[in-house]
């Protein structure tokens, strides 16, 4: 008898994954964060090219949402690693709550746990973050609010390629100022903009590394020494610690750092100039 029921669509598989485990690969972090960073970017630009994009425009789209995620990945991981050196971020952590799976997986990178919960693709967050963490208060003068006002528009892209299959919703569409349409609009993303997307992603994490630097060197050399924890502690090898977590390998190898000093004259200079 013909069963109307199935008149509309394929009916579904039974289809099972196998094994879960083949869909993870171990991963140990042993760079900077913004190495981190640089070393993902380069693979993803790397995997497609002008013609490739050209001939399969839905891929791009994908790419974009891997970039952004890959600067949310940065924020996660140089804020985790600023609770782990430094005494007065891990007093205003002390009331985030952090997930007990933690525990059992990336256990090792405990500080991060803090911030699984937080979604680093809205300017708002970042803004919070920084500001509540690490004292860091991001104004119209401050180097990282003009590539996070560009972040912003590249999240609202994203919000659409993620969760609707790429149809801008009409809030995205508002708060990217768009004009009104009739139509839905959908997002294009071609090889040049893939790429301008990157540059607006590579400065946010060039801007917001930078400054925390000079916020940490700050409290390392005027807070950190006044603090029970850190009182009597090895200022240089504190200083080392923070040196790790911000300096890049990558930028020094492509002469693009402006100042290249060595960590012990930087460290020197730091002191000299009282941080100034």
């Known amino acids: 008898m013909t069963d109307w029921k199935k008149s509309v669509?394929?009916?579904?598989?039974?289809?099972?994954?196998?094994?879960?485990?083949?869909?993870?690969?171990?991963?140990?972090?042993a760079s900077s964060p913004i190495d981190n960073f640089y070393i993902e970017r380069n693979k993803l630009l790397s995997s497609i090219s002008p013609n490739y994009a050209t001939l399969n425009p839905s891929i791009p789209p994908l790419v974009l949402v891997g970039l952004i995620s890959l600067t949310e990945n940065y924020f996660r991981e140089i804020l985790a690693g600023i609770v782990k050196i430094c005494p007065k971020a891990k007093q205003k952590s002390a009331t985030k709550s952090l997930n007990l799976a933690t525990a059992?997986?990336?256990?090792?990178?405990?500080e991060k746990g803090a911030f699984e919960n937080t979604s680093f693709s809205d300017p708002k967050a970042v803004k919070?973050?920084?500001?509540?963490?690490?004292?860091?208060?991001?104004?119209?003068i401050n180097q990282i609010a003009a590539p996070l006002e560009e972040f912003g528009k590249l999240c609202e892209l994203r919000h659409a390629i993620v969760h609707s299959a790429?149809?801008?919703?009409?809030?995205?569409?508002i708060k990217l100022e768009l004009p009104s349409s009739?139509?839905?609009?959908?997002?294009?993303?071609?090889?040049?903009?893939l790429q301008e997307s990157a540059e607006v992603c590579s400065s946010l994490v060039c801007a917001v590394n930078l400054e925390l630097f000079v916020n940490m060197a700050n409290k390392w050399l005027n807070e950190w020494p006044r603090t029970p924890a850190y009182r009597d502690q090895n200022l240089n090898i504190l200083f080392k610690k923070i040196w790790g977590l911000f300096y890049s390998?990558?930028?020094?190898?492509?002469?693009?750092?402006s100042e290249s000093l060595t960590q012990i004259k930087a460290r020197n200079l730091i002191v000299k100039t009282n941080a100034a």
């Open 104 to 110: 059992w997986i990336g256990f090792g990178e405990m």
């Open 166 to 173: 790429g149809l801008l919703a009409g809030k995205n569409a």
């Open 182 to 193: 009739r139509n839905s609009l959908r997002i294009k993303v071609g090889y040049s903009e």
């Open 249 to 257: 390998e990558f930028d020094e190898r492509n002469g693009l750092i």
């Open 9 to 29: 669509s394929a009916c579904a598989s039974t289809v099972t994954i196998g094994d879960i485990s083949n869909y993870i690969n171990p991963s140990a972090v």
């Open 128 to 140: 919070k973050s920084l500001n509540e963490l690490i004292g860091v208060n991001v104004t119209n």
